[in-house]
């Protein structure tokens, strides 16, 4: 399955994550856009998408503090 928005596709990957699972984030370094086609789209860093993921759950206290 290809998502190409990158914050979804973390969201995606961290959400269908299951105990004892690894999820690897290879990130795009110090770059903030994304090719697309004939364009560029600006997109959040991983490890932002993933700190926010985090604290998406925390917040509905799916996972521990």
Same mark, same amino acid.
């Given at each position: 399955r290809i998502i190409p928005d990158r914050e979804e596709a973390v969201w995606t990957a961290l959400s269908a994550a299951e105990p004892g699972d #690894? #999820?690897?984030?290879?990130g795009k370094g110090a770059e903030v856009t994304q090719r697309v086609r004939d364009g560029f789209v600006p997109y959040i860093s991983d490890i932002k998408a993933a700190q926010q993921w985090i604290a998406a759950q925390k917040k509905e206290g799916s996972v521990a503090k």
């Open positions: #690894v #999820v690897i984030l290879a």
